[in-house]
C-alpha cells in the first residue's frame, strides 16, 4: 500500500514538473496584465500552481495543461477580485513612509523586466490601448492574440459559449483599433477606406 501510495505521488510531481512548470512565464504574463502587480501577479500564479497540485488527479495527463492552469488562473483572479471589490481600500503605511524617504524619485518609474519584454513586443500604445479594455474584452485579447489559444480552448478556459469568444473578440479588436487611431494618424498612417 506504501509502495503505491509513493508511485501516485511520483506520477503526480512528473506531471507537475513536465507538463505545469513550463508554462510558469505564460501563466506570469498573463497574471500581470489582468493584476497590473509584481506581487499581485506572483501570488495569483502561486495560487495556480497550488491549486493544480491539490486538483492533478483531475487533470487528463498529456492534455492541455496550459489552458487548464489558464481556466485555473482565470477563476482564482476572478475569486481574488471579488473578495477585494468587498473589503475596503487598504493603505500601506510603509510603501508611503518609503516612497517619500526614498532620495531616487526615479523608483515609481521602474518597470519589471517581463513589462519591458511585453512592451518591447508591442509597443507602450498598443500595452496601454489593450489594458484600457474592460477585462472580459481584455482576457480574450491576451488569450488570443497573446497566448495563441484557439477560440475553443478561450471559451473553455473563460467557462463561455464559443460565439460569445468570437463576439468579445470581434468587439476587443474594433475598441482597440479605435483606441489606436489618434496613434497611428500621429505616425503618418491614413485610412484609405471609403475615400474616393
Known amino acids: 500500500m506504501k509502495q503505491n501510495q509513493l508511485d501516485i505521488e511520483l506520477q503526480k510531481t512528473r506531471v507537475f514538473e513536465e507538463e505545469f512548470l513550463p508554462q510558469i512565464d505564460a501563466l506570469y504574463n498573463f497574471a500581470f496584465h489582468l493584476t497590473y502587480n509584481e506581487a499581485d501577479a506572483n501570488d495569483l500564479v502561486q495560487d495556480t500552481y497550488m491549486k493544480a497540485f491539490r486538483f492533478i488527479e483531475k487533470y487528463d495527463r498529456g492534455t492541455n495543461a496550459k489552458a487548464w492552469l489558464f481556466k485555473i488562473l482565470k477563476n482564482a483572479f476572478i475569486n481574488q477580485y471579488r473578495k477585494k471589490s468587498k473589503q475596503p481600500t487598504k493603505v500601506d503605511y510603509e510603501e508611503i513612509v518609503s516612497y517619500h524617504d526614498e532620495e531616487d524619485t526615479n523608483y515609481s518609474s521602474y518597470l519589471d523586466l517581463r513589462e519591458e519584454i511585453f512592451q518591447g513586443m508591442m509597443g507602450d500604445e498598443v500595452t496601454n490601448a489593450i489594458n484600457s479594455l474592460p477585462v472580459d474584452f481584455k482576457t480574450v485579447i ?24 468570437r463576439s ?16 497611428a494618424k500621429s505616425m503618418g498612417y491614413e485610412d484609405k477606406r471609403n475615400k474616393t
Not at 491576451?142 to 469568444?165: N, R, S
Not at 468579445?168 to 496613434?183: F, G, S
Open 142 to 165: 491576451l488569450l488570443c492574440d497573446i497566448e495563441g489559444f484557439t477560440y475553443e480552448e478561450i471559451a473553455k478556459i473563460i467557462d463561455i459559449p464559443i460565439g460569445t469568444v
Open 168 to 183: 468579445r473578440l470581434h468587439r476587443a479588436r474594433n475598441m482597440l483599433k479605435e483606441n489606436l487611431k489618434v496613434y
